[in-house]
Nanobody
Framework: QVQPVESGGGLVQAGGSLRLSCAASGRTFSSDSMAWFRQAAGKAREFVAAIDWSATVTRYADSVKGRFIISRDNAKNTVDLQMNSLKPEDTAVYYC?????????????????WGQGTQVTVSS
């Protein structure tokens, strides 16, 4: 079972960049799909990006496509989210999640283990 722990959140001005990192303990990390979700205040948790176990397939929400990049390093048990050209509407708590499904789900139900989240705030 994979237990994710996020880091790298903070306050940034619109147009800036942040890099989130997720360290995942557990012997199944290299076979799990990994994803990032986010939840803004008063809103439902939404899909941001996902990457398959081999790092050959990625999937992005339309709202972040072309601005965010997800990557993973199975040797280090980490998955990162590089966020560029940030907008105020990207402000949210960002969660890292691990799942055993063979496809890259965009639903929270597709992932079994979740981190505690890290706050990202983008000022205008």
């Amino acid at each position: 079972q994979v237990q994710p722990v996020e880091s790298g959140g903070g306050l940034v001005q619109a147009g800036g960049s942040l890099r989130l990192s997720c360290a995942a303990s557990g012997r199944t990390f290299s076979s799990d799909s990994m994803a990032w979700f986010r939840q803004a205040a008063g809103k439902a948790r939404e899909f941001v990006a996902a990457i398959d176990w081999s790092a050959t397939v990625t999937r992005y929400a339309d709202s972040v496509k072309g601005r965010f990049i997800i990557s993973r390093d199975n040797a280090k048990n980490t998955v990162d989210l590089q966020m560029n050209s940030l907008k105020p509407e990207d402000t949210a708590v960002y969660y890292c999640a691990a799942g055993r499904a063979s496809y890259l789900s965009t639903y929270t139900s597709g992932y079994d283990n979740w981190g505690q989240g890290t706050q990202v705030t983008v000022s205008s």
